[in-house]
């Protein structure tokens, strides 16, 4: 097919994710025929640095060697074969080695991607609550701007206003713990998680987070001991707390759990995205054994629950290779070296004119341009045409420019990517 007539195909029938359609039709889309490590490749020949690692997903680079022949073996024996009553070699493997490297975490529940996780550690955390004495707890608490995913469960406990606005009325009801979005203002974030989890604990399931950086919010990064306050209170009052790892996991953050930062564990953990490598969608929903016991006995008490793809072998086989690389190629050994480049190059950003803000935290470097308006701001979305006329693919979150690139991306690469982020602001905005 043609580029032309891949265009004019998409143009008249996919409807794409976060995407204004009108605008987009408008627009010349990138056309990837293939991918390489930390590079995308159009189908005119011309390659691209992939600032975000594909939505944060491909954590190794694309088509990693070792994950392409995991997937291939496993093809070469079982494609499918549904959990239901049955296992097979991927599921049980994986399950081991993840649990090993996660403390307090005991059992693994399989899911699609970072959506249905949180949708099914929010129903886990619900009946948990019934099935222990609790039935009048069923409230969700989640902090303003979070995000969680897109199923009905996940937007409830968001915060995103955008995203949250035309469903509004048919979300479950969540309480909202306003966190601020620059640095000060810490100790009233602190006092609200603490007040409203003491106060309404009779009636709260569990408290949803995203650990130490709230992704779509526009990379907030927020102090550590948010979430040890988070821990304490939830501990103190029997409150599951739901830490929502799938963007910050698997070395994202420097280390493999982001709630590491912090020293604590959750009762549930969720986690997408890097799980397979970016190469299948695929996740898992963590539980420590105080969640799993409540589902034991008789069969009236069991998580009636699962995907058609729940712990499906391909996304096992290649979600097992992923640690196996990690402990072999020592990956997060790697991440000092390569965060630091980051955080000098946004901490240089941050004395350019036109840059409100700049932050980063291992593998993530963020900035707020001046004068945005949010996530439907075009300010970043002129950073992005520059970036690919120099070569970068760097889809903004608003007026919120950033990278995550692969967390093992080359450092010449990465050198190359961050110069042409400090070139396309500057050709963007001040220049
Ligand atoms: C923290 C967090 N949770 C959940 C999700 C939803 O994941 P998915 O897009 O795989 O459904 C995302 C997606 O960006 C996320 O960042």
């Given at each position: ?11 008249s ?37 992939d600032?975000?690692?594909?939505w ?28 239901a ?6 599921a ?14 005991t ?73 601020p ?12 998680l603490?007040?409203?989890?003491s ?39 029997d ?99 390569r ?17 409100a ?27 992005y ?47």
């Open positions: 097919m043609s580029r032309d007539a891949i265009v004019a195909a998409d143009r029938h996919v409807w794409h994710p976060y995407a204004a359609m009108d605008e987009y039709a408008a627009t010349d889309p990138l056309v990837v025929a293939r991918a390489e490590g930390a590079w995308l490749h159009d189908v005119d020949g011309r390659a691209y640095l600032g975000n690692a594909s944060w997903t491909s954590v190794l680079g694309h088509r990693h060697p070792r994950l392409v022949a995991a997937l291939t073996r496993q093809l070469g024996e079982l494609d499918h074969c549904a959990l009553g049955a296992t097979h070699a991927p049980a493997e994986l399950a081991e080695a993840l649990l090993a490297r996660s403390p307090g975490m059992r693994i529940f399989y899911v699609d991607d970072g959506s249905t996780a949180v949708e099914a550690a929010i129903k886990l955390s619900v009946q948990h609550a019934a099935q222990t004495g609790r039935p009048g707890r069923h409230k969700l608490v989640s902090l303003s701007e979070a995000f969680h995913g897109d199923t009905v469960g996940a937007a409830s406990v968001s915060g995103v206003e955008v995203f949250r606005r035309p469903f509004e009325r048919i979300l479950f009801e969540r309480i909202r713990v306003d966190v979005t620059r640095d000060e203002g810490w100790e009233r974030a602190f006092a609200q603490s007040d409203v989890v106060r309404d604990a009779d009636s709260i399931a569990a408290v949803v987070l995203e650990p130490v950086v709230q992704g779509a919010a526009g990379m907030r990064v927020h102090p550590p001991e948010l979430l040890r306050e988070a821990r304490r209170v939830t501990r103190e009052h409150v599951t707390l739901i830490l929502d790892e799938v963007f910050t996991g698997y070395g994202r953050t420097g280390t493999f759990w982001a709630s590491e930062h912090a020293g604590v564990t959750g009762d549930i953990v969720c986690t997408a995205k890097g799980f397979s490598g970016g190469m299948l969608p695929m996740g898992g929903v963590l539980t420590d054994d105080r969640i799993f016991d409540a589902f034991r006995g008789p069969r009236e008490r069991a998580f009636y629950y699962g995907h058609s793809f729940t712990g499906n072998p391909l996304g096992a086989a290649v979600g097992r290779e992923v640690l196996r690389v990690f402990d072999d190629e020592r990956v997060l050994d790697g991440i000092p070296a965060a630091a480049l980051i955080r000098e190059t946004f901490e240089r950003l941050g004395r350019r004119d036109g840059v803000a700049w932050r980063a935290i291992g593998m993530v470097g963020a900035l707020d341009l001046d004068g945005g308006s949010g996530y439907l701001s075009r300010g970043g979305w002129r950073v045409d520059e970036a690919r006329r120099r070569g970068a693919y760097l889809r903004p979150l608003g007026d919120v420019v950033y990278v995550t690139p692969s967390i093992n991306i080359p450092l010449s690469d990465l050198a190359r990517l961050l110069a042409i982020v400090e070139e396309s602001v500057d050709a963007a905005w001040v220049g």
